[in-house]
Nanobody, 124 residues
Framework: VQLQASGGGLVQAGGSLRLSCAAS????????EGWFRQAPGREREFVAA????????RYSDSVKGRFTISRDNAKNTLYLQMNSLKPEDTAVYYC??????????????????WGKGTLVTVSS
């Protein structure tokens, strides 16, 4: 299983970015996926997740209403659309996959596969 995250970069506050996570070795529509982020000196934290069965989504309170998680089954790619970015969104963003939904989707320990991160920097 390989997950390749991309799309990070430098953006001004209020701007937008779309992160992508291309998957190989598994089928995203049959799995649950998530995005996490880690800022310097901080622990990795949950951002968003999408369930395999019905596409239901979950978001952290800090990004709810600004970020949208989605997937393109034909491209086997996961996305994170980030709008109204704030300096506190600056972090390395990671995509993650697990075979089935977990009620502890916010916990880094329940995810089976991780991509290498992509850096998002939001300037004020």
């Amino acid at each position: 299983v390989q997950l390749q995250a991309s799309g990070g970069g430098l953006v001004q506050a209020g701007g937008s970015l779309r992160l992508s996570c291309a998957a190989s070795g598994l089928t995203l529509r049959s799995s649950s996926e998530g995005w996490f982020r880690q800022a310097p000196g901080r622990e990795r934290e949950f951002v968003a997740a999408i369930r395999e069965s019905n596409g239901a989504t979950r978001y952290s309170d800090s990004v709810k209403g600004r970020f949208t998680i989605s997937r393109d089954n034909a491209k086997n790619t996961l996305y994170l659309q980030m709008n109204s970015l704030k300096p506190e969104d600056t972090a390395v963003y990671y995509c993650a996959v697990r075979n089935y939904w977990s009620v502890r989707y916010y916990d880094v320990d329940v995810w089976n596969y991780w991509g290498k991160g992509t850096l998002v920097t939001v300037s004020s």
